[in-house]
């Protein structure tokens, strides 16, 4: 996930890092959402795969970065409701006590 969901998110953030002109950006940007699509589509399998509660298939320090990228979708043209694995999971971990607590102490909302 770090090497390739995170990494991957520069296109997003960082767009003016890549590319110069407004066209330029615009072709980065495209790009960047057509691979980050394809590494949701891929989180959504594996999760699928595992038996769709936990990343790993039990709980682990995985589900926590992936509860990350799960919001960060909110801040692109994708759609989480594409995913529909990833969606009930990012449902799941906003129930969580430790997940609430920690959303609070960063005054943060959960995204549903």
Request: glycine share 8%; no cysteine; charged share 25%.
């Amino acid at each position: 996930m770090t090497s390739e969901v995170h990494a991957a998110y520069g296109g997003h953030f960082n767009t003016q890092k890549f590319a110069e002109s407004a066209a330029a950006q615009e072709e980065v940007k495209r790009k960047t959402y057509e691979k980050l699509a394809a590494h949701y589509e891929r989180l959504n399998g594996v999760l699928n795969e595992n038996g769709g509660e936990w990343y790993l298939g039990q709980r682990s320090f995985a589900d926590t970065f992936l509860y990350v990228l799960t919001r960060w979708i909110e801040k692109t043209p994708l759609s989480i409701g594409d995913y529909p694995a990833l969606k009930a999971f990012r449902a799941r971990m906003e129930a969580d006590e430790g997940v609430k607590h920690a959303l609070a102490r960063q005054a943060m909302e959960p995204i549903g």
